[in-house]
Each structure stands twice: as structure tokens, then as C-alpha cells.
């Protein structure tokens, strides 16, 4: 078994290139309620959770899956207590930016609100996140790269990490990149461990089509994402390794 602990720049993470322009809105559509009023909508569809920035402490990143036919992304955050109270969620004038080459994509936000929801049209219907409980101000999210692989499985690399606490985890995201961090596979388990490409411990698949084999000697990045049950992001594991 091998751990390896290596530093790479987080900022490659969070991609600063716009994308999509900031979405139109009339008076009506600056509060979620309003912009649902004529449309049929789903909730608790969009893949979404958020993270404290690696880098700038005050910015959020939310994070969120945009499927294949989604357009017109949006964010809404709120205030109030009730985070079901889609009156109280205002409309946030933002591009959101490709991550993983647009596998996933992120918007940026400065503010202290409680919660915020994506949103985005599919096929005639509006599709809703679970509302993202925000806890920068109070648990920001842990950034580290220690990760252990072991690589005794050729090109079938084993992952495994530590569970920054067992009260507050709900689930783990991983993706496995390029080392230009394009997506080859995007997982979802409830154990603190992942072999690529096996599935028998995978709750939610992700990834786009049938994941390559790795090729012996490249370097890829293993991402893990420690999400709560209110969808904050605990920790995020980051790290490259040699495949082997």
C-alpha cells in the first residue's frame, strides 16, 4: 500500500472562465415563488452542494451536476429559517463556471445569506436543488490532500481517506481526472473508500459513459468530497497520484 501526499494548486479546481452569461430576469422573477408561479417545477432534482473557497475565504462555492439538456442556470439564496419558504429566496445575478471541464459547474458567491437553491430548465420543466445549507462563517470547509492509494491491483487503483467526523457526514463525491482535470468518473459512495472502475459500493453514478482504462505512468487527480446531510461540504480531499 502507498500514501501519497502531494501539494498541487487548488486554484486549478475553481475555474475563473465564464461561461454562460447572467440570465435575464423580470420583476417577477427576482423571488423564487414568483418565478414558479407558471411553471411546473421539481423539487430536490438538481445535484447541488457548497464549499468554502480553497483560496478567498469569503467566497462560497456552489457546486452543481448540470445534466445533459439543462440550460439556464440560476441561483436563488435566502435568509430566513425556513429553507422551503421559496418566497423568501432571491434571485443572485451570476455566471455560473465550468469545473472539470464542465462535468460540473460552480457559482461564486460573497454573502452571508443561511441557504441557496439552483435551478435550471430541462425539457419544458424547472428543476430544483435541495436547499444548501451555507456554514462559512461558522464550519468552513476543510481543503487537504491526504489521501491514501493503494495500487496493488494493477490499474485499478484503491482509494481511501479519513472521515473528518462520522456525526456530519452524509455521503462522498469522488471524481477521478486527468491530470488537465478532465472528468473520467464521477462517483457517489457512503464508505470512506473507492476502487477504480468498480461499482459495488457506488450509491450514485455520475459518470459520463464507460471511464477509460488508465494508462501506467500518467498522473491523474483523485477529488473526494465530504458532503453533510444539509449538503455543505465537510472536507475536500485533492491529490494526484501515478497510476500504476
Given at each position: 500500500?502507498?500514501?501519497?501526499?502531494?501539494?498541487?494548486?487548488?486554484?486549478?479546481?475553481?475555474?475563473?472562465?465564464?461561461?454562460?452569461?447572467?440570465?435575464?430576469?423580470?420583476?417577477?422573477?427576482?423571488?423564487?415563488?414568483?418565478?414558479?408561479?407558471?411553471?411546473?417545477?421539481?423539487?430536490?432534482?438538481?445535484?447541488?452542494?457548497?464549499?468554502?473557497?480553497?483560496?478567498?475565504?469569503?467566497?462560497?462555492?456552489?457546486?452543481?451536476y448540470?445534466?445533459?439538456?439543462?440550460s439556464d442556470f440560476?441561483?436563488?439564496?435566502?435568509?430566513?429559517?425556513?429553507?422551503?419558504?421559496?418566497?423568501?429566496?432571491?434571485?443572485v445575478?451570476?455566471n455560473?463556471?465550468?469545473?472539470f471541464?464542465?462535468?460540473?459547474?460552480?457559482?461564486?458567491?460573497?454573502?452571508?445569506?443561511?441557504?441557496?437553491?439552483?435551478?435550471?430548465?430541462?425539457?419544458?420543466?424547472?428543476?430544483?436543488?435541495?436547499?444548501?445549507?451555507?456554514?462559512?462563517?461558522?464550519?468552513p470547509?476543510?481543503?487537504?490532500?491526504?489521501?491514501?492509494?493503494?495500487?496493488?491491483?494493477?490499474?485499478?487503483?484503491?482509494f481511501?481517506?479519513?472521515?473528518?467526523?462520522?456525526?456530519?457526514?452524509?455521503?462522498?463525491?469522488?471524481?477521478?481526472?486527468?491530470?488537465?482535470?478532465?472528468?473520467?468518473?464521477?462517483?457517489?459512495?457512503?464508505?470512506?473508500?473507492?476502487?477504480?472502475?468498480?461499482?459495488?459500493?457506488?450509491?450514485?453514478?455520475v459518470?459520463?459513459?464507460e471511464?477509460?482504462?488508465?494508462?501506467?505512468?500518467?498522473?491523474?487527480?483523485?477529488?473526494?468530497?465530504?458532503?453533510?446531510?444539509?449538503?455543505?461540504?465537510?472536507?475536500?480531499?485533492?491529490?494526484?497520484?501515478?497510476?500504476?
Open positions: 500500500m502507498k500514501k501519497f501526499i502531494y501539494y498541487i494548486p487548488l486554484f486549478l479546481f475553481i475555474s475563473c472562465i465564464e461561461d454562460d452569461s447572467v440570465p435575464l430576469v423580470n420583476d417577477n422573477e427576482t423571488i423564487l415563488s414568483k418565478f414558479l408561479e407558471d411553471k411546473t417545477f421539481l423539487n430536490n432534482q438538481v445535484i447541488a452542494c457548497a464549499a468554502s473557497d480553497s483560496g478567498t475565504m469569503d467566497i462560497n462555492n456552489i457546486y452543481f448540470p445534466e445533459a439538456g439543462a440560476r441561483l436563488y439564496q435566502s435568509w430566513a429559517d425556513d429553507e422551503k419558504d421559496f418566497s423568501s429566496y432571491q434571485f445575478p451570476l455560473s463556471e465550468p469545473v471541464q464542465g462535468a460540473l459547474r460552480v457559482f461564486k458567491l460573497r454573502s452571508d445569506c443561511k441557504w441557496t437553491v439552483v435551478i435550471y430548465e430541462k425539457e419544458d420543466k424547472t428543476e430544483i436543488s435541495t436547499p444548501i445549507r451555507m456554514k462559512l462563517s461558522f464550519q470547509t476543510i481543503w487537504s490532500t491526504d489521501l491514501t492509494v493503494d495500487q496493488s491491483s494493477p490499474l485499478m487503483p484503491h481511501s481517506w479519513f472521515t473528518l467526523s462520522e456525526e456530519n457526514n452524509a455521503i462522498f463525491f469522488q471524481v477521478l481526472s486527468t491530470e488537465d482535470l478532465a472528468l473520467l468518473s464521477g462517483t457517489y459512495t457512503e464508505d470512506n473508500h473507492f476502487q477504480y472502475y468498480k461499482l459495488n459500493n457506488v450509491v450514485l453514478n459518470t459520463p459513459g471511464p477509460p482504462g488508465l494508462i501506467s505512468g500518467e498522473t491523474y487527480i483523485f477529488t473526494v468530497m465530504d458532503v453533510s446531510i444539509d449538503n455543505w461540504v465537510n472536507h475536500v480531499i485533492m491529490s494526484p497520484f501515478t497510476a500504476e
